[in-house]
Every structure is written in C-alpha cells, then in structure tokens.
C-alpha cells in the first residue's frame, strides 16, 4: 500500500543553518509527491511538489528531489530563518489508488535567532 | 487569495453527543474532503465528496460519520455519538480536479477535544 514515513521532530536550528527534513515513501504506483507546511494558527498550505521521477520542487528557498530509486523526497534549504519555523507535512497522491493524500506525521521545525 | 475556512476552531463536547464541523471549500473547488490528525499521529483521509455523495472513504469512516454539503457553499462533517478517541484535529480540504498531481487546499483545522 501507500505509506509516508517522515523524520521526527522537533527539529530546533538557529537562523541561517541548513535544513534537511528526511521523507520516504512506499507507493502502488506513479504517486505525486507534496510538501506541505502549517504555520501556527493556519491550514496545511502546499510548500511545493513533484509529480514525476527526477522532478525537484521548489518554494520560498526550500526543495526538494522526487527520488524514484531511494523513494525519497527530502526538504531542504539552505538558510533557515526564523518565520520558517512550522510544522512540515511530506505527503504522497496516487490517483491509482484514489484522490487520498497520504500523509507522515509532520515534523516541527523551531528557528532561534 | 482565496482559501479553504472551517468552523469551529476548537470545539468540546461530551462523549455521545452529536457534533457537526463546517468546512467553506474554495468556491470553483468540485472536489472536497475531509482528514483527521489524533494527536502525535499522522493526518489519516478519512472522506472525499464529488458531486454530492461520497467518492471514496477510508476504514475510520464508519456509521458514526456523515457528509452532507447542504447548500452550495458549505459542507459538513457530522459525528452521530461521540466517542473520546474522536478527539482529533480534523482538515477539511478542497481541490479543482481529482487528477494524482492536482493540489489539495486544506483549511486550518478544528480542534475537537471529546470528555
């Protein structure tokens, strides 16, 4: 079946350092891949997102690789500021298996100064 | 621009009771849904509505739940009797087409909390 596994958090890094968040996936078939973040207060908003092999994703200084052969799909960015500081959700669709999303477990990323 | 609202944003209620969230999706959106996140969980589909009836559900959506979009803006998640182990977060989302790439635009959550 489909299955998202996601790093876990909390995640805590002072401003400017790189970020790495670890997302796997397992999957049925051709599944599109998602980078969603929750802000405090506010809805899951879509952070980028790749829907083949090979396609990188990117969004306010932040990407991510659709890795077929590692069934990856890390975030990362290079500079990390505070107003980064969010819950990140890695999320998988596959319209073979249904309109779902297929969610991990969010990782919660904090950015002091 | 425009965005997927959900009321209320938290919501307590005694095991048993009836408790309806309301979700206003994005008004050109055809396709909406409904997710929950028990806390410490992954967020886990629990609906999708097309066309005014549901398209798919998953093994949580039992008996106790309903989903209703009673007029042309709003729909609706309706839990019959509340059990504690409802407590969740629950997502509503919306999207245009229900193609694997297509986005889904999710809401702000309701908390809901049952004693």
């Known amino acids: 079946g489909n299955s998202v596994t996601q790093m876990e958090g909390p995640v805590t890094l002072s401003e400017e350092a790189f970020l790495t968040i670890n997302c796997t996936y397992t999957?049925?078939?051709?599944?599109?891949l998602f980078w969603y973040v929750q802000y405090p207060g506010e809805g899951l908003q879509l952070l980028l997102k790749?829907?083949?092999?090979?396609d990188k994703g990117s969004n306010k200084g932040f990407e991510a690789t659709y890795r077929k052969e590692t069934t990856s799909f890390h975030l990362e960015k290079g500079s990390v500021q505070v107003s980064d500081s969010a819950v990140y959700f890695c999320a998988l669709s596959d319209l073979n298996t249904g309109n779902q999303f297929y969610f991990g477990t969010g990782t919660s990323l904090t950015v002091i100064p | 621009e425009p965005e997927v609202t959900q009321t209320p944003s938290h919501q307590v209620t005694q095991m048993g009771q009836e408790v309806i969230l309301r979700c206003v999706p994005i008004?050109?959106?055809?396709?909406f849904y409904w997710y929950r996140q028990i806390l410490g969980q992954k967020v886990e589909f629990l609906v999708s509505f097309y066309n005014n009836e549901i398209s798919e559900k998953s093994e949580i959506f039992d008996d106790q739940f309903s989903v209703e979009r009673p007029d042309g803006s709003n729909f609706t998640l309706k839990i019959r009797s509340t059990k504690l182990e409802d407590s969740a977060m629950y997502f509503c989302?919306?999207?245009?087409?229900?193609?694997?790439?297509?986005?889904?635009?999710f809401g702000p959550g309701t908390r809901l909390l049952v004693l």
């Open positions: 999957a049925t078939g051709y599944p599109s």
């Open positions: 008004s050109n959106h055809l396709y």
């Open positions: 790749a829907t083949k092999a090979d």
């Open positions: 989302a919306s999207s245009e087409r229900d193609r694997g790439e297509e986005t889904q635009y």
